[in-house]
């Protein structure tokens, strides 16, 4: 790629009561995001915390936007007037999250000597501390995206008796902001939310034809998860919560191939796992609020049991939705075959097909989803999904439910006889030593997890017969 030359840039920010514009650019391109908050008063958080204090939360957030061009391979980073902000800490941050988040468009670009546009500032040690905040009435506030992992955390938390509000956002690369918060509402309020904050964000990227100025350049990689973790941070000063909840598996620490090239395990679910969990959680709790904890409610636990504990909420499928290409349902693209393969494996099949009219198994552009998913190309696709035993798994369930289609005959042609036991044992497992979950959250969501787990187990034998496995 010839970039020698290339150089991203942040230019400014400007914020008003409820809104932070942010412009940056690469080259002569300049773009512009615009984060609208339902409920948050930056002014007065400025007053309560300092205004160096908020610039230094606005500049993890643009830092974070702009990374998106390091999909554009800039071979510098200037941080213009936030270079101040160049700390050891961040540029340790930031590497690792362009190293391990960007690790798949390398390998999709050939680039393993790629390690993301160097600073154009020295890294300057800066002696601050994190603020300790007043504890709101509700202490936890879960990230709601409207997706099957949102409704079985939120459902978690209500048999636990933990108090909690939501979080939703919107973001253009998704389409109509309205939509995408209409369909993540309906969601939410079948819930016991305490309260329910949005944030919209507006992109002038997402809409450019950028990818025709750089022909040579794929596919656009963003850091969604740790972006929206900063994104909220103003919403836990404002509000007094303690603890950001998502609902990330345990299959997003599995990635989707290990490159022989470098020898490194390609992650595209990087940003979702217990190690990018860790690594946040440290940061946030010693750059920004000492107090705060953030953690995946399921990261104990593989989404073979997650599709189990679906069946206790069977009413409200319908209202999830997961498609990152036409929202709710685009019926052609990895996550939504993935979804409806274990829907239909784990659920009600006339309930599904409420979601889903069409057999998915039968639809052409399925078919390369279905046989990489199954484990039988390169590697699986680049999506937030499940491990190969968990589809392979799901898959003989669809089989045994009598259900048939093309991505079906070729499972069968390739697993006439699928060994369940290796499977089974990985799969119908809760493991509490790999989570971020404190205790006291932990000791009310453990017994859930385990009564799942001997749910599960009786739900996949009573199809597959206790002697197969």
Not at 48 to 71: R, T
Not at 272 to 279: G, I
């Amino acid at each position: 790629m010839n970039s020698d030359h290339r150089r991203m840039w942040l230019e400014k920010l400007t914020r008003s009561r409820h809104q932070l514009s942010m412009t940056y650019g690469i080259d002569n391109l300049r773009f512009e995001t615009a984060y609208w908050y339902k409920d948050v008063d930056l002014f007065a958080l400025e007053a309560l915390y300092g205004v160096e204090f908020m610039q230094k939360i606005y500049f993890h957030i643009i830092a974070l936007e702009a990374s998106k061009l390091v999909s554009l391979n800039p071979q510098q980073f200037e941080l213009g007037e936030f270079s101040r902000f160049h700390t050891p800490a961040f540029e340790k941050l930031w590497r690792t999250i362009i190293h391990k988040v960007w690790g798949q468009w390398r390998y999709q670009h050939n680039s393993p000597d790629y390690h993301g546009p160097a600073f154009n500032s020295q890294a300057k040690f800066v002696q601050t501390q994190p603020v300790t905040i007043l504890s709101g009435e509700t202490q936890v506030l879960t990230f709601c995206g409207g997706g099957k992992d949102s409704l079985v955390g939120m459902k978690l938390l209500e048999r636990a008796d933990v108090p909690y509000a939501t979080f939703s956002y919107s973001n253009s690369i998704y389409g109509q902001s309205e939509h995408q918060h209409t369909l993540i509402d309906g969601l939410v309020q079948k819930s016991a939310s305490t309260c329910q904050h949005q944030l919209r964000v507006y992109d002038s990227f997402v809409d450019a034809p950028v990818l025709q100025l750089y022909p040579e350049i794929e596919e656009i990689i963003a850091a969604e998860t740790p972006t929206s973790l900063f994104a909220a941070l103003p919403i836990l000063l404002q509000h007094g919560y303690r603890y950001m909840v998502l609902a990330h598996e345990r299959s997003a620490n599995t990635g989707n191939l290990i490159w022989s090239e470098t020898g490194e395990d390609i992650n595209h679910q990087w940003g979702k796992s217990y190690e990018a969990e860790r690594l946040l959680n440290q940061y946030i709790q010693s750059e920004f609020i000492s107090n705060c904890a953030y953690f995946s409610i399921l990261q104990p636990i593989y989404d073979t049991t997650i599709f189990n504990l679906l069946r206790k909420d069977q009413d409200l499928i319908t209202e999830t939705h997961s498609c990152n290409i036409k929202k709710p349902w685009c019926c052609q693209c990895p996550k939504c075959a993935y979804v409806w393969l274990n829907y239909m494996a784990y659920l009600d099949t006339e309930k599904v097909q409420q979601m889903f009219p069409d057999n998915l198994f039968d639809t052409q552009a399925n078919q390369l989803w279905f046989y990489q998913m199954l484990g039988l190309g390169e590697h699986t696709p680049f999506e937030c999904i499940g491990e190969i035993g968990e589809t392979r798994l799901a898959f003989e369930l669809c089989r045994r439910k009598g259900i048939t289609g093309k991505a079906m005959s070729m499972y069968q042609q390739y697993f006439p006889h699928l060994d369940i036991a290796p499977i089974f044992e990985r799969y119908l497992t809760v493991d509490m030593s790999q989570a971020g979950i404190p205790s006291a959250i932990a000791d009310r969501i453990q017994p859930q997890l385990e009564e799942a787990l001997e749910d599960s187990r009786q739900y996949i034998r009573g199809f597959l017969g206790k002697s197969s496995i």
